[in-house]
């Protein structure tokens, strides 16, 4: 990535998922890029619904000043309960999880994760978020767990971001729509969607993280750099 430093270094959060094996490969490729560390819940135990896990992982790291952040964490399907189509199919026990992951879990990274950027220089914290969090873009209703759980993730790095600035005016912390990508995650609901690949969709976030100015740290971008309603 062009807009750091030579030699930067960078995390993957979720890096065994689609789209973080994607991002990691794509980070591996960059010539620019001086070092990748990789986190995932399979390889290293690292479940963001435990802030101890969260807290150790972070703790490992605690030397590191990284450059670049990118946590594709999350989950649509949780325990083999997909998202509800209506009122009726709320669960009490499926919306606290998908909130435990994608809201809470993610709140958590940020207060152990944030620590650990690089300080009085670019740097760059993106979490995948979703398009159907956005609550001025929702037409269509159902997924309300899903879809509620990512809306509550970008008032989190939102807010986030507000401090982060405080401290590091040159910092960007963004949460970001990949688009629909292949992945274990949106094969179920695929039918008769394109779905991109996850190495184009990785490069593409890659491509658009780069271009964005600080000024635009707290917003909600799809992967070609549109902003996104709340
Ligand atoms: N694919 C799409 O079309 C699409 C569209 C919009 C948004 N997104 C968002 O993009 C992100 C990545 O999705 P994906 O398609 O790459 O999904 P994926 O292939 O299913 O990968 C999900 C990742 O999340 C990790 N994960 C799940 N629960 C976790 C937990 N409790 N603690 C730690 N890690 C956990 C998984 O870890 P393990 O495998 O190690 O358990 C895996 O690394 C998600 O936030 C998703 O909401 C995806």
């Known amino acids: 990535m062009r807009s750091l430093s030579h030699g930067y270094s960078a995390l993957v959060l979720g890096a065994s998922g689609g789209i973080g094996q994607a991002f990691r490969w794509q980070l591996e490729m960059d010539a620019g890029c001086g070092k990748v ?6 390889d290293d135990a690292f479940d963001v619904t435990d802030e101890d896990s969260v807290l150790r992982a972070a703790d490992r790291m605690k030397s590191e000043a990284f450059d670049l952040i990118v946590c594709a964490t999350g989950a649509l399907t949780i325990n083999g309960l997909g998202p509800e189509k209506s009122l009726r199919q709320i669960s009490q026990h499926l ?3 998908q909130f435990a992951l994608n809201a809470i879990g993610h709140a958590l990274i940020l207060k152990h994760f ?5 300080r009085r220089k670019r740097v760059i ?14 037409a269509l209703g159902g997924w309300i767990s899903y879809r509620s759980s990512k809306a509550a993730l970008n008032q989190i790095v939102h807010t986030a971001a507000i401090e982060v600035n405080r401290t590091n005016p040159s910092s960007l912390l963004v949460t970001v729509h990949p688009g629909t990508v292949k992945t274990d995650l949106s094969a179920p609901f695929a039918s008769g969607h394109k779905r991109f690949e996850p190495n184009d969709a990785a490069r593409r976030i890659l491509e658009m993280l780069d271009g964005l100015t600080p000024d ?13 309603a709340w």
């Not at 635009?216 to 996104?228: H, V």
């Open 37 to 42: 560390v990789c986190l995932s819940r399979r």
């Open 95 to 97: 919306m606290m999880a």
């Open 114 to 118: 944030v620590p650990l950027l690089a």
């Open 125 to 138: 914290f993106a979490v995948l978020s979703a398009r159907v969090g956005s609550i001025g873009d929702n």
């Open 216 to 228: 635009r740290t707290g917003g909600f971008f799809a992967y070609d750099g549109t902003a996104i």
